[in-house]
């Protein structure tokens, strides 16, 4: 909080000329002493003002702020009770006791104090300012809001409120707010501070080019401020440069060594890199700071929970994890202030389906959910897509023509998507993101919509009461595990998911993908972070077996993965030859390929889930062994969605023991393969029409069990 040290004058009792002469020499001998960072001769003075003077009001006012910047609270207190005894109406005074009582850890008393000095003077731009940033730290967007308006409106060139109230702004996702209030505030004063928030907000906002220069700006002026450098490894990340951003995790680590978010996101990095050295060490550090983080002990960012699934953690901790994360969303929409009236009509003639996600494109979720929206029944449902990325593409175009309104909310604020989506009449909202990137949980956190399930985005529990549904199948999550869920978890009939996608011939051969001609492909085209290194002793195990068989890749020659992996094949006895990599291709292309494949080798910690619907469209059978929680499951859901569950493994070893036998007998191989395209007109997996039906009948269910609730009376006790 900030203080003043103004000249104060109550009327003095009559004094001579030297006497008050010595009073102000005293008076300036103080100020200068502060100037030059010494209190203790301020305070010398500040004592011989009031020797001359008991009661001199402005010297009680300056030795409090003195003995406070000291450390000497008690006697900062006493002074400044003396001094508002002699000059109550000083409205200066009460502000600065209210910095006194937040220093004391009594935000209460601090905000009673801040609104007595506007009271008494309400101009007074530093009582709005002291009492916006406490009420901020406590949660109260509303009333922290007012209080900077009311700061900036006496005071429009505070750089630090026009920053402060930019934070604000983009804690709640008000992000042209939050930029205009930066550049205000970099105008009037430039600062690291200034420079790093508007380097986030442009950053999450994509306009990455500029983000950096901002945060590159930031160290300028400050390079001891180590924000600026973990953003930057963000933005590195983002971009690909994953070497980059390792160099400024690890250098913001050092500088944070409790920091929980930057331990997750640098083992997410090494993992990309398929770097397992001192695996084991790492695994406990990150398990040491993550039981930190749960019981409170670590305060600080929460940890990226999409990149934790990796991370094989005890599932009790996914779900922890997912819980502090939504009580942090909840805090953050009951300070909105906003509530949502349930729909007028019980019984509407249909129900409206709202899908919130940032994914209607070329994306996982896109490539799922594009076939999904047209097979829903009209006029029996309304569906609406409510998009959060802009950005269109022949995925976008599908899912919008299988909508009835789809509507592009990626520029609008949390609050404003849900209150879009309330005006709209929603029933049922349908979240497809969780806590993935650029989702918007506090929009499900404002609760706009009845009805709130989360489906498909987000493999893992969200820990909210404000989405009580999770739409999986007996396989995905096998009622032995709802303990794990904070949901209550509707199993679909088959699958929790469904998409028939085309695959085409691929446009090259074997030769021309560096594979060999004859041999055994075992593929995997999960991302290289899936891959755990027990995984790939696995791996190495099984080409050890099967003479010839080749292991193929995602190529990850830029982030240095392609070399590590040779290395620890050679290390296991493999020659490194028999790895082989496959480059980026467009969609399409990358579906034709896995028609090259014998044999699809999933990841066990980390399954495949829209990558092993892509290589089953494509007749390529699926070796899977599931895990304890979601993201460990998705393989053994759709081996059974497609006839073939002799393809799940109950243990490590099992996984590797067929697929040897298989590998060792090509046409057992060849005929899954075969046995998987004659059925894919049957397979679950592959029938949209039926899937959509059986989650329609859900989506009934759940609407008539709120209608019943809804509409029952109440009794009291």
Request: net charge neutral; glycine share 6%; hydrophobic share 40%.
């Amino acid at each position: 909080m900030d203080r003043q040290n103004p000249v104060l004058s109550p009327v003095p009792p009559p004094q001579s000329t030297t006497h008050r002469q010595r009073i102000s020499a005293h008076l300036d001998a103080a100020r200068r002493a502060r100037r030059h960072g010494d209190p203790t001769t301020a305070v010398a003075h500040l004592r011989a003002v009031l020797e001359l003077q008991p009661g001199h009001v402005s010297a009680l006012n300056n030795l409090g702020n003195t003995l406070q910047s000291t450390g000497d609270l008690e006697a900062a207190l006493a002074c400044y009770t003396q001094a508002i005894e002699q000059a109550p109406e000083q409205a200066i005074l009460h502000c600065n006791l209210g910095g006194l009582w937040q220093l004391q850890g009594d935000p209460e008393r601090a905000i009673t104090a801040y609104r007595h000095a506007i009271e008494l003077q309400p101009a007074l731009h530093l009582g709005h300012y002291n009492l916006a940033k406490i009420l901020a730290a406590q949660g109260e967007f509303v009333a922290a809001e007012a209080a900077y308006r009311e700061t900036l409106r006496h005071a429009p060139e505070h750089a630090e409120a026009h920053l402060e109230l930019g934070q604000l702004y983009h804690g709640y996702g008000f992000m042209p707010r939050a930029l205009h209030h930066y550049r205000t505030s970099l105008r009037l004063k430039p600062s690291a501070q200034g420079y790093n928030a508007l380097g986030a907000a442009l950053q999450e906002w994509g306009n990455l080019r500029l983000a950096r220069a901002s945060y590159r700006r930031a160290l300028r002026l400050d390079p001891n401020f180590e924000q600026p450098r973990h953003n930057l490894a963000q933005l590195h990340e983002a971009l690909g440069d994953l070497q980059a951003a390792r160099t400024d995790y690890e250098r913001a680590l050092e500088a944070a060594p409790d920091n929980v978010r930057l331990h997750y996101q640098l083992e997410t990095i090494r993992r990309r890199q398929a770097d397992w050295e001192d695996g084991a060490a790492r695994r406990e550090r990150l398990r040491a700071v993550t039981e930190r983080y749960l019981t409170g002990e670590t305060p600080g960012d929460e940890p990226p929970l999409l990149s934790a699934l990796a991370l094989d953690l005890p599932p009790d901790w996914y779900r922890a994890l997912a819980e502090r994360a939504a009580r942090r969303l909840a805090r953050q929409a009951r300070a909105l202030g906003t509530t949502f009236a349930p729909p007028s009509d019980p019984h509407p003639a249909r129900l409206r389906i709202g899908y919130l996600s940032p994914d209607f494109r070329c994306h996982a979720v896109g490539t799922l959910v594009a076939g999904l929206f047209e097979h829903h029944h009209r006029p029996e449902f309304e569906i609406h897509a409510y998009a959060l990325v802009p950005g269109r593409d022949v995925w976008t175009e599908r899912i919008r023509a299988g909508c009835d309104h789809y509507t592009d909310l990626s520029r609008a604020s949390s609050l404003a998507i849900a209150q879009r989506i309330h005006a709209d009449g929603i029933h049922l909202l349908i979240d497809l993101a969780g806590y993935t990137t650029h989702a918007r949980p506090l929009v499900l956190a404002l609760r706009p919509a009845p009805i709130q399930i989360q489906y498909l985005g987000y493999p893992g529990t969200l820990g909210a009461d404000f989405v009580p549904y999770l739409i999986a199948d007996r396989h995905l999550i096998p009622p032995a595990h709802s303990a794990h869920y904070s949901e209550q978890v509707i199993r679909l009939p088959n699958a929790w998911a469904c998409a028939p996608l085309e695959v085409g011939e691929p446009g090259e051969g074997r030769a021309e993908c560096g594979l060999p001609q004859s041999g055994v492909v075992y593929c995997c085209h999960n991302a290289i972070h899936k891959i755990a290194p027990e995984t790939f002793t696995l791996w190495m195990r099984i080409l050890a077996q099967v003479p010839d068989s080749v292991l193929w890749l995602l190529d990850g020659e830029r982030t240095g993965s392609n070399a590590r992996l040779r290395a620890t094949a050679a290390a296991a006895g493999i020659d490194p030859r028999r790895l082989v990599f496959a480059p980026k291709r467009p969609h399409a292309e990358y579906l034709a390929r896995y028609r090259l494949a014998d044999l699809f080798l999933d990841t066990p910690a980390y399954n495949a889930g829209a990558t092993a619907v892509g290589a089953l469209s494509a007749g390529l059978p699926v070796l899977t062994c599931p895990g304890t929680h979601y993201a460990a499951r998705m393989g053994a859901s759709l081996c059974h969605a497609v006839g073939l569950p002799e393809l799940v493994c109950d243990t490590p070893a099992d996984y590797v023991e067929r697929a040897v036998a298989l590998g060792r007998d090509p046409a057992r191989l060849a005929a899954l393969g075969r046995r998987l395209s004659a059925g894919r007109d049957a397979a679950p997996l592959f029938r949209p029409a039926e899937f959509v039906t059986a989650l329609e009948e859900t989506y009934r269910t759940l609407w008539h069990d709120y209608r019943l609730t809804a509409t029952a009376p109440r009794t009291s006790p």
